[in-house]
């Protein structure tokens, strides 16, 4: 059911808005929101007029890595010894684009516990799945996310999620299953063997990483509880903890959204060998801006679909709620496959901005894949399905 939205709720995104401002990216990021909940009220589709003439299927060709990785201790550089060293101080918020960069949030004071250091993993290295462009460094990956349980701008997850418990940890399968299931991540480790896939990620927002992934697919999971005939779609949510998550206590810190988060695919794509239950990165355990301990991970989707710190898997006949969705369903498909012919009703998807090894100021842009690149791997699943009505 399509959510309702009344004064009072329109004043209470005001009020999120107005108190957001400690950052440029912040503020953004509860703008998107405001506007994300306005927009709904309208049932306006996709303005993606402007990419039809160019519109062709563009197919994948890996060609990432692992030996075009920064090292990681180059990048471990402290927030004030970056600013010291560039020469830069407060007078640089002012300069366009740094709201790419979240450089006010360095100013920001953190009383929070730090995430601990994740432990090394064992794990195999598919040819398949190994590949030939530079990797997205160590620390923007676990310093640039979107967890907004740990708060909105892109440098609080990683200040904020030291809170987060995970060990232990359940996850559990039920539904449309024969064998309903709870596993700690001792049962996981001890069944599943660990695969590195290095991986494209296209957030929603039109940038990018590449990242070394390391987890095991999904499909695995799902035959050992055995699907019914009846199941169709897979639901996921994320844990549900105030005490641990300050943005589902305090709405300011979390966006308003409607906690826990949810996700959902359909079993077909759930079963696809590309998609994997993430358990670490970089060679180490995730850390919990991440996602620890375990996150789904489906390359070829926008990065919203990529649920965090999950507790639950439920499969279903019937298409599950999804977080985005239900906030602004003209905006935030079911489906989200990165498409650079259907843009969001508010930014082109044409383009993204690559957060590679350089400068985290590098506002340079690359054409944007259909399927983020694995269109040769997945356009199968969606063969008759007119991907601009199902975005």
């Not at 169709?232 to 906690?259: C, E, H, S, W």
């Not at 340079?364 to 356009?379: E, K, M």
């Amino acid at each position: 059911m399509k959510p309702k939205y009344t004064v009072e709720k329109g004043a209470e995104c005001l009020i999120i808005l107005f108190f957001s401002a400690f950052s440029l990216e912040g503020l953004t990021r509860k703008f998107h929101i405001f506007a994300a909940k306005f927009a709904s009220l309208s049932n306006s589709h996709h303005a993606d007029d402007e990419n039809r003439a160019g519109e062709k299927t563009m197919k994948l060709k890996n060609r990432l890595t692992e030996a075009d990785v920064t090292p990681e201790n180059i990048f471990n550089m402290n927030r004030r010894r970056v600013l010291q060293t560039l020469g830069l101080g407060a007078a640089a918020i002012s300069i366009p684009g740094m709201a790419n960069a979240d450089i006010l949030s360095w100013f920001k004071g953190n009383d929070r516990p730090p995430a601990p250091a994740g432990r090394p993993l064992e794990f195999t290295k598919p040819a398949q799945y190994q590949a030939n462009l530079p990797l997205t460094p160590a620390d923007k990956v676990s310093g640039y996310n979107n967890f907004y349980e740990f708060g909105l701008d892109k440098a609080d997850p990683a200040a904020n999620a030291g809170t987060l418990k995970t060990d232990p940890w359940k996850l559990t399968i039920e539904g449309e299953v024969a064998k309903p299931i709870t596993l700690d991540m001792d049962d996981i480790f001890k069944r599943f063997a660990m695969e590195q896939r290095i991986y494209r990620m296209r957030c929603v927002e039109a940038w990018s990483m590449v990242v070394p992934w390391i987890g095991f697919e999904l499909n695995k999971l799902l035959k050992l509880a055995e699907p019914t005939s009846k199941a169709r779609f897979v639901a996921f949510q994320t844990l549900y903890a105030p005490d641990q998550m300050p943005g589902q206590k305090d709405r300011f810190i979390g966006g308003g959204l409607n906690y826990p988060y949810v996700e959902g695919l359909r079993l077909d794509e759930a079963m696809h060998p590309l998609t994997i239950l993430t358990t670490g990165v970089y060679g180490k355990a995730l850390p919990p801006q991440n996602g620890a301990p375990i996150r789904l991970t489906v390359p070829w989707k926008y990065g919203f679909k990529g649920i965090k710190s999950i507790v639950k898997i439920t499969l279903t006949h019937d298409q599950p709620p999804t977080t985005w969705n239900q906030i602004a369903d003209n905006e935030y498909g079911f489906y989200a496959n990165v498409n650079p012919h259907v843009n969001h009703p508010r930014w082109s998807q044409a383009t993204e901005r690559f957060i590679g090894p350089g400068s985290s100021f590098n506002v340079d842009r690359q054409p944007t894949l259909l399927f983020n690149g694995y269109a040769d791997q997945v356009a199968s699943l969606y063969r008759g399905m007119n991907l601009r009505e199902n975005y």
